[in-house]
């Protein structure tokens, strides 16, 4: 208080302190925000990691009393993930394929849906209701339900060219897979984009389940448009297919980033994965805890690889609109 | 239009003092209804319209199929599944499954724990991650930069990694090695504590601790899109809240909470719904025995008998209908909360 008071009588040098100091009493405030993850990060989440790491390098033994010894093998654990193990590189490299499909499939099917759904319609907030249930549900142990589900299988036989996923469901695959083969030989297309969209086609459960988030991040990203935008569009006598490439895409780019990012990292991290799958029956096996640990730090350094290459070039295209 | 109202000009009648009366030949309907529905740009719409519908109709049936499958298979009799005409309407309802399940995995247990479990949680980590969420997004300090990588870096580690040593953390839960001081593992004579470490699995504090930190499932996603609503609230509110003479933590509790409530129902929903389904940190930190949560009861029961022809079937219906159960208690709020969801997230600005 007294101090305060001296402050407000005295001239511009000191002044000019006074407000350096509020900006540090901001600064400290900001710290004490974010004191809680600085502080767990600190003393749980850092000893966590390092020790992912140290019990990579060892073998470990569990004690009769409670305890645990280590002892160190340097990269025998790496040696065996990589080289002895038969199926981990495998898995691995099918894994990565398989999610470097899937990952434009999800970012690109959810912009096109967050779309639809932002027009006005009727019944609009029933589908966002429904779009957004698997958000909601398709996680963990009900995803682990789903991952080998004969009975859905078995009910959707009757449901011809629609396949419901999640499994092996012969003769639906089958139909829908011949008749967009078909339809994509006469347009004259290469056999790969036919491969890649039947792929697609067969996992639309999956990939609809996979991309809520990004429709609700999409979603968030069409509403931040200033509509003035699209009025004058309309009014210069754009289409609506010109609108959405010269005005939408390059206003959404951004979260196109953002979201392809998110998607990177959710799909490599999600239970479903064949990679994390076969990680988690690795480490359900004798000994071999400290071999998981190593295989997932070979999987980490890769999915970083692959999240360092995405964000490189994508946001060579992005867009920012300069806003004042 | 323009020259019809020249042939027959309007008549104008002075009714009244203040009233006139206008006669004009209207345009027929049937020129009116031609005019305004047989054009392209109509036609164009009513094509638009239909492809929409239709598009959305079969994803929502994608979406909503394996609902109907489950809950048709759940009310089936053992003799459903042998029977190849019933597909998904059952012949011989029963609810044995249910009761069966609910009697014997121990559902209202599981119900009881998962819901302390996930509402602790989420309560928890809503709050802590918008507390991150603002400080990471209204002020501006050194190392900002540095925790907001930090945020992200937690949520590129997939969890597997750390399985193992997180289970050894919190197995031997230890602060900065102080229970091991204290409790003799470092110099024999300081040993002021009974034990070196405390073993925390199968209790709520693994969870609760991670959640306070912010570093539980999901929770960089949480404290990014907390930061990225803040960097959309207006600075000039807390501006005129300081001139006002209130203090950072006052502003917080009485502009920005209140403002914040709708994106905060969507965290609480995320945080509530994913750690109530999930089945990793359940498996780590907590043993069957010790605590039954939900991904727990996913089991045949004893008593159903299922040792005949269409085994496979029966048995993988008797899972759906336990996913059933475990997801009854989260649609219920879904139904009730989905408005905020959506609303919320409108309101986020989540851009760039």
Same mark, same amino acid.
């Given at each position: 208080m007294n101090s305060e008071a001296k402050l407000t009588k005295a001239g511009a040098t000191k002044k000019r302190k006074r407000i350096a100091s509020l900006d540090a009493r901001k600064a400290r405030a900001g710290w004490v925000f974010v004191l809680p993850f600085v502080l767990s990060f600190i003393i749980i989440y850092l000893p966590i990691v390092i020790d992912s790491i140290k019990y990579s390098f060892n073998k470990i033994k569990i004690g009769q009393g409670g305890g645990y010894t280590l002892e160190f093998v340097g990269w025998e654990n790496y040696q065996e993930a990589l080289?002895?193990?038969?199926?981990f590189v495998q898995t691995l490299t099918s894994g990565i394929q398989q999610l470097i499909f899937d990952i434009p499939a999800i970012v690109i099917f959810s912009l096109f849906i967050a779309v639809l759904l932002n027009?006005?319609?009727?019944g609009r907030a029933a589908f966002r209701a429904i779009f957004f249930i698997p958000v909601i549900i398709s996680t963990g142990i009900v995803d682990q339900i789903d991952q080998a589900n004969t009975m859905l299988d078995y009910m959707s036989?009757?449901?011809?060219?629609i396949n419901d996923g999640s499994g092996q469901n012969a003769t639906a695959e089958i139909l829908s897979a011949v008749d967009i083969e078909r339809l994509f030989e006469n347009m004259k297309v290469g056999t790969e984009l036919v491969d890649y969209v039947v792929s697609m086609v067969n996992n639309i459960y999956d990939i609809i389940n996979r991309s809520g988030v990004q429709m609700l991040i999409y979603l968030a990203g069409l509403q931040s448009i200033s509509p003035a935008i699209y009025e004058s569009c309309s009014i210069d006598g754009a289409s609506a297919w010109e609108t959405f490439w010269k005005v939408t895409f390059p206003m959404i780019s951004p979260m196109i980033l953002v979201n392809a990012i998110y998607t990177v990292i959710d799909s490599f991290t999600s239970q479903s994965n064949t990679v994390m799958t076969y990680i988690s029956s690795v480490y359900d096996t004798a000994g071999g805890n400290v071999l998981s640990s190593a295989m997932s730090w070979i999987y980490f350094l890769i999915v970083l690889v692959i999240i360092g290459l995405v964000a490189a070039l994508l946001s060579a295209y992005v867009f920012y609109q300069k806003r004042d | 239009m323009n020259s019809q109202q020249t042939s027959n000009a309007p008549r104008v009648m002075k009714e009244s003092k203040n009233k006139i009366r206008v006669e004009f030949e209207r345009t027929p309907l049937k020129d009116r209804l031609k005019a305004r529905f047989l054009n392209m740009n109509f036609f164009k719409n009513v094509v638009v319209r239909i492809f929409t519908y239709v598009l959305l109709i079969g994803i929502s049936y994608v979406i909503l199929f394996p609902f109907f499958a489950k809950i048709s298979g759940s009310f089936m009799g053992k003799e459903d599944f042998v029977?190849? =005409?019933?597909? $998904?309407? !059952?012949? &011989? !309802?029963? $609810?044995d499954t249910y009761k069966a399940i609910i009697s014997e995995n121990g559902y209202f247990t599981a119900l009881f724990n998962t819901f302390t479990l996930s509402a602790l949680c989420g309560l928890i980590q809503t709050f802590v991650c918008c507390f991150i969420g603002y400080g990471l997004a209204k002020f501006k300090f050194k190392g900002n930069k540095l925790i907001f990588f930090l945020v992200i870096f937690t949520m590129v580690i997939p969890h597997r990694t750390l399985q193992l040593s997180m289970f050894m953390k919190f197995r031997y839960f230890d602060i900065l090695g102080i229970f091991d001081l204290l409790g003799g593992g470092?110099?024999?004579? $300081?040993?002021? $504590? !009974?034990?070196?470490?405390? *073993?925390? *699995? *199968?209790? &709520?504090w693994p969870l609760a601790l991670l959640s306070f930190g912010g570093l539980a499932f999901k929770n960089g996603l949480y404290i990014f899109m907390m930061r990225q609503f803040f960097h959309g609230v207006p600075d000039e509110l807390e501006e005129s809240a300081y001139i006002d003479g209130s203090g950072v933590f006052r502003t917080f509790l009485q502009i920005i909470l209140p403002l914040s409530v709708p994106m905060m129902i969507t965290i609480f929903l995320f945080a509530f719904s994913w750690q109530w389904t999930d089945n990793f940190y359940t498996t780590v930190f907590f043993t069957k025995t010790g605590m039954t949560l939900? !991904?727990?009861?996913v089991g045949v029961p004893a =008593?159903?008998?299922?040792? &005949?022809?269409?085994q496979n079937l029966y048995e993988s219906a008797i899972r759906n209908t336990c996913g059933l159960l475990i997801l009854l208690p989260l649609l219920v709020m879904y139904v009730f909360l989905q408005r905020y969801l959506i609303g919320g997230i409108e309101r986020s600005g989540i851009v760039g």
């Open positions: 080289f002895v193990d038969p199926k027009q006005k319609m009727a036989d009757t449901e011809e060219g | 029977d190849v =005409t019933v597909k $998904l309407i !059952p012949k &011989y !309802p029963t $609810l470092v110099f024999e004579w $300081l040993r002021i $504590l !009974p034990f070196s470490s405390i *073993n925390l *699995n *199968n209790t &709520y939900m !991904p727990d009861i =008593t159903l008998d299922t040792q &005949y022809a269409a």
